[in-house]
Every structure is written in structure tokens, then in C-alpha cells.
């Protein structure tokens, strides 16, 4: 399965981040996968796991 997360900036541009791996982190750390670097986002927010058939999303007990 081909997976992608899409970015839209306020002034409505978009940019595509590919899912290439099948376990990703985003937060605002320097060892997630996708950085996300403001004080809205934990340091490690969330996880993305992508398989053949689905993609899961799980909270890392962010607080943001």
C-alpha cells in the first residue's frame, strides 16, 4: 500500500511526505522520522504504522 501524509500551509500549499517506513514517529525530537519543530507538538507525539491493508495511528501520551 502506498501512504502519504499531505501538508497544507496556511496559505494553502501542499506538500507530500511519503510513508516509507512501516513504523514512523512524529514530534518535535531530532530522532522522530517526521519532525514537526513548534511547542504544539510533544516530543514524541504520535506513531504511524503502515501495513498492507491499514495504517494505525497511536497517541505516545502526548500532552499537546
Known sequence: MSVSLVMVTADGKQKEIPLNRQVQVIGRQTDC??????????????????????VLLRDLGSSN
Open 33 to 54: 522520522q517526521i519532525r514537526i519543530p513548534t511547542s504544539a507538538v510533544s516530543r514524541h507525539h504520535c506513531e504511524l504504522t503502515v501495513n498492507e491493508s491499514r
